[in-house]
Every structure is written in C-alpha cells, then in structure tokens.
C-alpha cells in the first residue's frame, strides 16, 4: 500500500474530533482481587519491594512476570494460566508489628479496592489468614476472606486442626479449597477461573465459582498432585462435610479439573454472599449519584420514589439474564403507604426479593430398559 495519507484530501478535508474521557468503573473491586504480603517475604517474592508501608502494587497478566519471583509469582501464573482480564492488588504491611498491626493498618487503608482478600503465609502458621479472616468477616459488604489450604486436617471430620478449624474456632468465616499441590495457592486459582468471563452483568460478577474445567492445576490428591490423583473417596466425604472446596478430575480422560464446592467453611454460599455484597455497592453508589445529580434536583416525593425503585430493577435485570437470580420482585408499598419518616429520609420496608440460583453439581437420570422375550 502506498504511503500517501502525507497531504492527501483525508489528511486536509477530512477531520475527526475525538475528546478523551476518563470514566470510574462502579463496583470493580468486586471482580479484582487482593493478596495480602508482610515486608519481610515481599523481599523475595517482589522485584522492587516497597520500603514504606502499607504500599500497593497492581499486577496483571501482562505484567506480573515482571514485578513479582518466588512463589508469589508461581501463585500469579496458576491464577494467570486461564485469566487475560483480571488485575490483582498486591498490599505489602509491615510484619513487625505487634498483633497483626500492619496487616490491619494495609486492610484499612486498601480494603474498599477489593472484595476477595488472600494471605502470603508461608508454611503452617496460619495466624495471619486468622487475622485477616477477621477483619473480613466484621467488614462482609467490602471483603470476603479466601485461601488455599494443603493441610490433612480439612481431609478429617471432625476438624480438630488445621485452617479451617482455626478460622472457625476465630467465630469467622472463609472460602476454602485444599490441595497438596505444590507452588500454587488453590482458592486463588479457582478464583481466577471464576473471574475469567464477562456475563450479562458486563463484569464477572455472579460467575460460577466452582465447576469451572481447567487444565492448568492438578486434582487435590495427596501426592503434592503431580500424578492428578484425587482425594479418596473418604477425604471427599470429608472435604464435602466441611465445607472445603477441591480441585476433582472431570472424567473426560483429558485430565481436566474442576473445583468442587460452593460454600464458605461457616455453610454461606460464596456465590449468593458476593452477590449480595456488589448489588448492595452498587445500588448505594447509583442512588448516591441519582441524588446528587445537580441538573435534577431530587425531593421527597413520589417521582423520586420510583426512580429509586427503577433504579434496583435495572441493577438486578442483567443477573437475571445469566441465571444467578430468578423471581425478582419489586415488593415495596405504594409511596403514600411508605412508614413516616421525618426531615429528609425516605424508608423502603421489603424492597426487592428474588431467588438465588445455585450451580448443578450432581444430575440423576431415571430412564427404564424394555426387553421383549
């Protein structure tokens, strides 16, 4: 092709005006996860560790080649293998302090960026996951606590040792997945697959967090996983009875996996709680913003009333096109029966319901067989 754009009628009689505008995106902390690193192992996991704490970094799959070595990045290119669009924030505290001070001086001064929170804790401690389950579970709108475990206690019922005892016997709560794999964190790689689609919604909000297939780790097993040997058949029923997700072949002889397990070691369900939390964000921002809105000035009255009702209806409408919920109903009374308020307040008793749907995970098919002597 000739280069002749230089002088031509495109270059001097044609002209397009483009205006450049930077635009937030509401509720994206709900699909970018956090991990949570003291300074000391930052020192060996990230290329330039931060010298003054509590300090972020934010990696993608271009990038986080980069930025991060050690198992910290082996944890990045497991959530990485099967995820092109998910960024993660990566918040370096200061160990030193006493009590878990500055893992929760780095929850405090971050925590709004990110809903599912991880711990780098190497070996068997698990008091950092503790602590950070904690601040977790007293702060349910903005974070939800998850980690991988490969400790034989989740594999015996009942638990008496290991994480998921320890979170629970914290009175917390945590998504957890076992694996004896090696050089991955398998709660954040399920979670990656879990972030690796935009539905309806127009972000991976609501998204299966289990039975995604995958072949880029290996069953749970007890071998370390290298050979993508499941757990037994008792270390399943036991996984199930605790509420611990794992990583089981699909059966398909490709030796894909997929995880299996829905819930938080306390029996909420992951899906339906990070539901709950994002429609809550959003519909308090997109109401803040409706009320705001110095162009349309907003009073206590009937109008008003309906474009805050409008507004819940839209928000719920694309999870109903993916099947995260069904039945969605606006139930709130007429404007003239809301109960009193006074001054300024409007109160919406029984706003909304609807029905959660949860993933399939077992199908039975009856059928009958004829023979004809």
């Given at each position: 092709?000739?280069?002749?754009?230089s002088g031509s009628i495109a270059q001097n009689n044609i002209?397009?005006?483009?205006?450049?505008?930077?635009?937030?995106?509401?509720?994206?902390n709900y699909y970018t996860p956090m991990i949570f690193i003291d300074d000391t192992s930052a020192d060996t996991?990230?290329?330039t560790p931060a010298s003054v704490f509590p300090a972020i970094l934010t990696?993608?799959?271009s990038n986080f080649g980069d930025l991060t070595i050690g198992t910290l990045k082996d944890w990045l290119t497991s959530f990485y293998a099967e995820n092109s669009i998910s960024e993660i924030n990566i918040v370096t505290y200061n160990g030193a302090t006493a009590l878990y001070g500055g893992l929760t001086a780095g929850y405090n001064a971050y925590k709004t960026l990110s809903y599912q929170k991880f711990v780098f804790e190497s070996g068997t401690d698990n008091a950092a996951k503790i602590a950070l389950a904690t601040l977790c579970e007293a702060d349910v709108l903005l974070s939800q606590f998850w980690s991988g475990t490969s400790e034989g206690g989740a594999l015996v019922n009942p638990m008496i040792a290991g994480l998921a005892f320890d979170i629970a016997d914290a009175n917390s709560d945590a998504r957890i997945v076992y694996s004896a794999q090696t050089g991955i964190e398998p709660a954040l790689t399920s979670l990656g697959l879990a972030l690796n689609r935009i539905n309806a919604t127009g972000t991976p909000v609501g998204n299966r967090v289990d039975y995604n297939s995958t072949l880029s780790v290996k069953a749970s097993g007890t071998t370390g996983g290298a050979d993508n040997s499941n757990v037994t058949a008792t270390g399943m029923t036991n996984l199930k009875l605790n509420k611990v997700g794992f990583f089981e072949t699909v059966g398909n002889?490709?030796?894909?996996v997929a995880c299996y397990g829905d819930q938080t070691i306390g029996g909420k369900y992951v899906g339906a709680e990070w539901f709950k939390s994002y429609?809550?964000?959003?519909?308090?921002?997109?109401?803040?913003q409706y009320l705001t809105d110095s162009t349309n000035p907003k009073y206590k009255t009937e109008s008003t009333y309906q474009g805050i009702l409008g507004m819940v209806r839209a928000s719920a409408q694309p999870f109903q096109e993916t099947g995260v919920i069904s039945n969605f109903a606006i139930t709130a009374p007429t404007f003239l029966k809301l109960p009193a308020t006074a001054g300024d307040t409007i109160t919406i008793p029984n706003c909304w319901s609807a029905t959660f749907n949860r993933g399939v995970s077992n199908v039975n098919v009856q059928g009958t067989l004829f023979i004809t002597a």
């Amino acid at each position: 092709m000739a280069n002749d754009f230089s002088g031509s009628i495109a270059q001097n009689n044609i002209a397009f005006t483009i205006s450049t505008s930077i635009t937030a995106v509401v509720g994206d902390n709900y699909y970018t996860p956090m991990i949570f690193i003291d300074d000391t192992s930052a020192d060996t996991n990230i290329v330039t560790p931060a010298s003054v704490f509590p300090a972020i970094l934010t990696v993608n799959a271009s990038n986080f080649g980069d930025l991060t070595i050690g198992t910290l990045k082996d944890w990045l290119t497991s959530f990485y293998a099967e995820n092109s669009i998910s960024e993660i924030n990566i918040v370096t505290y200061n160990g030193a302090t006493a009590l878990y001070g500055g893992l929760t001086a780095g929850y405090n001064a971050y925590k709004t960026l990110s809903y599912q929170k991880f711990v780098f804790e190497s070996g068997t401690d698990n008091a950092a996951k503790i602590a950070l389950a904690t601040l977790c579970e007293a702060d349910v709108l903005l974070s939800q606590f998850w980690s991988g475990t490969s400790e034989g206690g989740a594999l015996v019922n009942p638990m008496i040792a290991g994480l998921a005892f320890d979170i629970a016997d914290a009175n917390s709560d945590a998504r957890i997945v076992y694996s004896a794999q090696t050089g991955i964190e398998p709660a954040l790689t399920s979670l990656g697959l879990a972030l690796n689609r935009i539905n309806a919604t127009g972000t991976p909000v609501g998204n299966r967090v289990d039975y995604n297939s995958t072949l880029s780790v290996k069953a749970s097993g007890t071998t370390g996983g290298a050979d993508n040997s499941n757990v037994t058949a008792t270390g399943m029923t036991n996984l199930k009875l605790n509420k611990v997700g794992f990583f089981e072949t699909v059966g398909n002889g490709t030796g894909a996996v997929a995880c299996y397990g829905d819930q938080t070691i306390g029996g909420k369900y992951v899906g339906a709680e990070w539901f709950k939390s994002y429609f809550q964000y959003i519909n308090q921002v997109n109401c803040a913003q409706y009320l705001t809105d110095s162009t349309n000035p907003k009073y206590k009255t009937e109008s008003t009333y309906q474009g805050i009702l409008g507004m819940v209806r839209a928000s719920a409408q694309p999870f109903q096109e993916t099947g995260v919920i069904s039945n969605f109903a606006i139930t709130a009374p007429t404007f003239l029966k809301l109960p009193a308020t006074a001054g300024d307040t409007i109160t919406i008793p029984n706003c909304w319901s609807a029905t959660f749907n949860r993933g399939v995970s077992n199908v039975n098919v009856q059928g009958t067989l004829f023979i004809t002597a």
